[in-house]
């Protein structure tokens, strides 16, 4: 099974912008498609945004416009580009397949606070 390591979070103020990276200790060729999660305190994981192998993404509507999901396979990283932040975008954010094919990893928490 893929191991999944996040980093890249920290606290920014709002307006900012931030790059998250998820290396994978396996091959992610063979997943089709990755995705970004997120989970606020109190809420349930929710998928932000997914990439498939062809290069193609889709967003949520909440991050439309501001974020943007990558994915280097011969890297085995899938980055998330997360711009314009506001304070309800503070989360723990976490990689996965899309849907979810690995154990969860810790994840890198984002903090939008001024």
């Known amino acids: 099974q893929v191991q999944l390591v996040e980093s890249g979070g920290g606290l920014v103020q709002p307006g900012g912008s931030l790059r998250l990276s998820c290396a994978a200790s396996?091959?992610?060729?063979?997943?089709?498609?990755m995705g970004w999660y997120r989970q606020a305190p109190g809420k349930q994981r929710e998928l932000v945004a997914r990439?498939?192998?062809?290069?193609?993404?889709n967003y949520a509507y909440f991050v439309e416009g501001r974020f943007a999901i990558s994915r280097d396979n011969a890297k085995n990283t899938v980055y998330l580009q997360m711009n314009s932040l506001k304070p309800d975008d503070t989360a723990v954010y976490y990689c996965?397949?899309?849907?979810?094919?690995?154990?969860w990893g810790q994840g890198t928490q984002v903090t939008v606070s001024s």
């Open positions: 396996g091959n992610i060729f063979s997943i089709n498609a």
């Open positions: 996965n397949g899309a849907p979810p094919l690995s154990k």
């Open positions: 990439i498939w192998n062809g290069g193609i993404a």
